[in-house]
């Protein structure tokens, strides 16, 4: 070994005054894409705990009878959602257990030309949940955690899809259908900036009707642990498949032009509260307004 | 930025850290670990180190050829004397009890908390030679929570307060670890968060688990496991004790599986025993049936723990096998057990042979390192 290579014992090993030292202070700020694990071709899951054989039989099954023959999705301006970056779909939410997910889902997947995987944020509540906690991730569920949102939308460059309404959402009973409530914090523009992806504003008429909420029972929600104990058409009075229940309303898809981030500034404005709070205003509003007009055009609630 | 599809910090965690390639002289604590003894067999293959000393309390459980053993319980004093004596420069710390049926709760925090307090407190000081800290610290550092990340970075903690004793101490063992790395920047001061480990030498709760015909699981969970490849560990000690790799990095190889996948590459059956509700009351019976399931396993059998392995493969470490290669290597290893059995041999240190081996001027000392371990197999880290 060369002696001028050696680094002397009792010199810092980190020389702390300059970086551009031979051997720098090695922290970097986030590790790169390309050190993602690879796919192993021969796994039937993803690092997610996503199952294709899962989401296949149920897509093929389930889904498709509920997209194609019940609810009769019809689909507007699918090519605004971006075929190849990252992408957070933002939708509106409604219905006890609401079938919007799954219909935004295969909607992509049957009429994008470039079909993806959605991966679907969803309460930590199903994580602990026995059952659902095992379904859930096999047909992409994601826990609504930053991290997990960061990390496919940046790393991964996935698209996914998140309500920022949230619990507020299903909670609404059906009187308050199409009334978009508060949008959170605006955490999800913010996770969106970070991340330098797209933000697609989504709106799906149909979802409301389908299974309408009558009523919440804290009670009922308290003893059975779940995050809310809703009255339907069919639940709880055909048990758990009464969740199933759904009422055959005409679904409509519409989504909206992208919101390209990066050119409000990336990751740096996610930092700005007032630019985050005022971009969650306008997708907001700009949902509201669209399902307004969805609304208006519609003449029945059953057949479109 | 000009080009969205580069971060600034790319540039910088892409180039492997450099090499660090002087002479080492180095301390392995824990030498009668099965961690302790891995790393010193491996260490003993590569010539540049000059000396490599094991200190730990009981005698060695692994055949070394070069490594002294000295017997020193947890007395800073007597092991700031040896490192000074022998001018150590590289401690790497493999001590850590991650098992909470490994130990009593007292000796693991004895272990855990007050050893590293004492193995840092050996190395401190203005005229201290350790230029260099290696600490293997765990997963469990994250716990085991319903709002964690599915991939925890290393600059994320746990969202909640530790709740079992083990958790406790490790977390408290690397805030000990972290204030001496501030206190000593002349120290290059590395942690590792190892995942847990399977292969088919050494026994965790999760090759004992995994072990059973039946694999228990909670019944309505399939939670994502993460595990590391014994030999991996074994590498990455070295990696970090002859890289600039200062900081925190996790420790786990590539791939999150289900546990049902898991036990299908096995080729076992689960058994859904545990009930998510009152699973208390139920690994209570097991412990009295004799078979005992760690309280830091129940968690994981619930909510599974992933770890974003990418800031340490950033250093220009590889692993060697994937989780679900590491997966089916003890999955080989358990189908060959029962026909191998018998046939391993065991080690026994008998203090006046080893002194003679190494000290008498009749032994014939040709080349250094045949006996090595892993290292010997393979490239030695392109130094």
Known sequence: ?304 | MSDPSRHPAEALAESPAPADESTRRVLVTGLSTYWGGRLAQALESFEQIEAIIGVDASAPTRELERTEFVKVTNQHSLLERIVRAAEIDTVIDTRLVVNSLMATPRSAHENNVIGTLNILAACTGPDSPVRRFVFKSSGHYYGCEQDDPAFFTERMSRPHPPHTGLERDIVEAEQTVGDFAERNPRVTVTVLRCANVLGPDVETAFTRMFGLPLVPMMLGFDPRLQFVHEDDVVHALEHAAFHVAPGVYNLAADGVLALSEIIGLLGKRALPALPPWGTGLMTGSLRRLGFRIPEEVINQLRFGRGVDNRLFKATGFRYSYTTRETVLKLGEHQRLAPVMRGAEQTYTYEREVEEFLRWSPHVRREHPGERGGVAADREPLGI
């Not at chain 1, 409604?94 to 219909?103: K, N, Q, S, V, Y």
């Not at chain 1, 991290?147 to 790393?155: E, M, P, Q, T």
């Not at chain 1, 996914?160 to 959170?184: A, H, M, N, S």
Request: hydrophobic share 45%.
């Open chain 1, 1 to 304: 070994m060369a002696d001028e290579r050696r680094t002397p014992l009792n010199a810092p090993v980190v020389a702390p005054e300059s970086e551009e030292a031979a051997l720098p202070a090695r922290r970097p700020a986030e590790a790169p894409r390309d050190l993602l694990p690879a796919i192993e071709p021969e796994r039937r899951l993803n690092d997610w705990g996503r199952s294709e054989r899962v989401e296949g039989f149920m897509d093929r099954t389930l889904i498709e009878f509920f997209y194609r023959y019940w609810f009769r999705v019809e689909v507007e301006g699918i090519d605004n959602v971006p075929a190849e970056s990252g992408a957070l779909l933002v939708s509106n939410h409604a219905g006890a257990l609401p079938p919007d997910a799954a219909m935004i889902a295969k909607a992509i997947r049957d009429e994008h030309p470039r079909p993806r995987p959605l991966y679907l944020t969803v309460e930590h509540f199903f994580k602990g949940f026995p059952g659902l906690s095992m379904l859930i991730p096999k047909i992409g569920g994601v826990a609504a955690h930053p991290a997990n949102v960061h990390r496919l939308l940046y790393d991964e460059r996935q698209l996914v899809l998140v309500f920022p309404e949230g619990r507020k959402g299903t909670e609404k009973l059906y009187r308050d259908r199409y009334r978009l409530r508060r949008f959170g914090r605006g955490g999800f523009v913010e996770a969106a900036m970070r991340a330098e992806a797209q933000l697609v504003p989504t709106c799906v008429v149909g979802a409301e009707e389908a299974m309408p909420v009558f009523g919440q029972v804290d009670i009922l929600r308290r003893l059975t642990g779940l995050i809310y104990f809703p009255i339907t058409p069919t639940f709880p009075w055909l048990g758990p498949l009464g969740m199933l229940g759904y009422l055959p309303a005409k679904f409509r898809i519409r989504f909206l032009e992208p919101i390209d981030t990066l050119a409000l500034g990336g990751a740096e404005a996610a930092e700005d509260k007032a630019l985050v709070q005022t971009l969650a205003q306008e997708i907001r509003a700009q949902i509201q307004e669209n399902l307004h007009e969805m609304l208006a055009k519609r003449r029945s609630v059953w057949r479109g």
